[in-house]
């Protein structure tokens, strides 16, 4: 496919995802009022577009790394289905778009965090079409930005491969429901308080209960990245996550 | 020999993953025994309290397109879900593992 028709193609699926917006321990459907919805959506679709490319990019330059890429689709779509109980007496989800995003960058996990909230919204009432622009920018954007960065981080720093992994996939997860607080109170000021007000009750509900979990994914992502790394050194090698041994 | 530092560390590795799974599965049940009296509903169903207290008047604009019919067909496509993306994940590793395999005895 010719670049301009590519590009016509995200654009055209732009204008449809567009005016919509998810929730699940996302924002939940019709919870946002449409101004919030149709602008977090916006947002997403510089990410989106540019995932696309990436995908298309990863795929043609190294065939073998195609499993990996429907390896971390795949984690991600087993993490977000457990819910998965917490210290404050509630239930919340992991999102697993760490993993991919050490990986692969964090464009192509927006593609495939938009997947997995897709699936959930239209099959299972969680999040919802109208609120797919917040959660997609929570969970496919923020979430993964944040993993990538911290990964290149720690590693800039000569930290170990292991913490590395740990920290970026917990903090991804964290931010994402942090990111999820922070847009709810922007569309529900409280009366008394405001923002500030509303943040702090929010954020008591979505992060505090994702601590645990974070650090729950944290760890299991370090459990498939060793597996991983252990048996598909080759691809690693050739995605700069592993560095060749002299 | 070396085998059997080899041997080791594949020990050791074993050990440590053994370890870490066990942290995750304490990080879930620790929960309900610390919150007993707790419903262990999801946090999105404590959000839409929240919205109302702060906003009474709020209407959610749209609904669900589709609602499972009932908890247990929820919890089918939930498990769906989760199955689709083990199945990929068990399938790559055991490709990988298998092509290895394969690679070292091609050397031997």
């Known amino acids: ?246 | 020999m070396q085998t059997d530092i080899k041997k080791n560390l594949v020990k050791r590795n074993v050990n440590v993953n053994l370890l870490l799974i066990l942290i995750v599965v304490a990080l879930a049940v620790i929960p309900l025994f610390i919150a007993k009296d707790a419903e262990f509903g999801g946090a999105d169903g404590l959000a839409e309290e929240a919205i109302t207290e702060i906003a009474s008047e709020y209407e959610p604009w749209f609904s669900p397109i589709y609602e499972p019919a009932s908890g247990e067909i929820e919890s089918l496509l939930f498990a769906l879900q989760a199955a689709i993306g083990a199945g990929i994940i068990g399938y790559g590793l055991g490709y990988f593992k298998g092509r290895r395999k394969g690679q070292k005895r091609e050397l031997a």
């Not at chain 1, 732009?14 to 929730?23: A, D, E, G, N």
């Not at chain 1, 990863?58 to 998965?84: D, T, Y």
């Not at chain 1, 697993?96 to 464009?107: D, E, H, S």
């Not at chain 1, 292991?162 to 922007?186: E, K, P, R």
Request: net charge positive; charged share 10%.
């Open chain 1, 1 to 246: 496919m010719p670049k301009k028709q590519q590009l016509a193609l995200g654009l055209a699926l732009m204008i449809v995802l567009m005016p919509k917006t998810v929730s699940a321990m996302h924002i939940m459907e019709g919870f946002l009022p449409p101004i919030w919805a149709i602008s977090w959506g916006a947002l997403c679709i510089p990410f989106i577009i540019m995932g696309l490319f990436s995908i298309k990019e990863i795929v043609r330059e190294n065939p073998s790394v195609k499993l990996i890429l429907a390896m971390a689709g795949g984690f991600s779509f087993v993490l977000s289905a457990l819910k998965i109980p917490s210290v404050t007496g509630s239930c919340s989800h992991p999102t697993g778009v760490g993993f991919g995003a050490i990986l692969f960058g964090p464009t192509v996990m927006s593609v495939i965090g938009l997947i997995v909230l897709l699936f959930q919204a239209m099959l299972l009432a969680h999040g919802g079409l109208t609120t797919l622009g917040a959660n997609t920018f929570s969970m496919a954007v923020i979430g993964p930005v944040a993993a990538f960065a911290t990964y290149k981080l720690v590693k800039k720093a000569n930290g170990p491969q292991w913490l590395a992994v740990f920290l970026a996939a917990m903090l991804g997860d964290l931010l994402t429901y942090v990111v999820t607080s922070i847009q709810l109170a922007l569309a529900f000021p409280a009366e008394v308080g405001g923002f500030g007000a509303s943040l702090a009750k929010f954020m008591g509900i979505f992060a505090v209960t994702q601590i645990p979990l974070a650090i729950s994914e944290g760890i299991l992502t370090v459990l498939i990245f060793n597996a991983l790394s252990a048996h598909a050194k080759d691809e690693l090698e050739s995605l700069n996550i592993l560095t060749k041994e002299a």
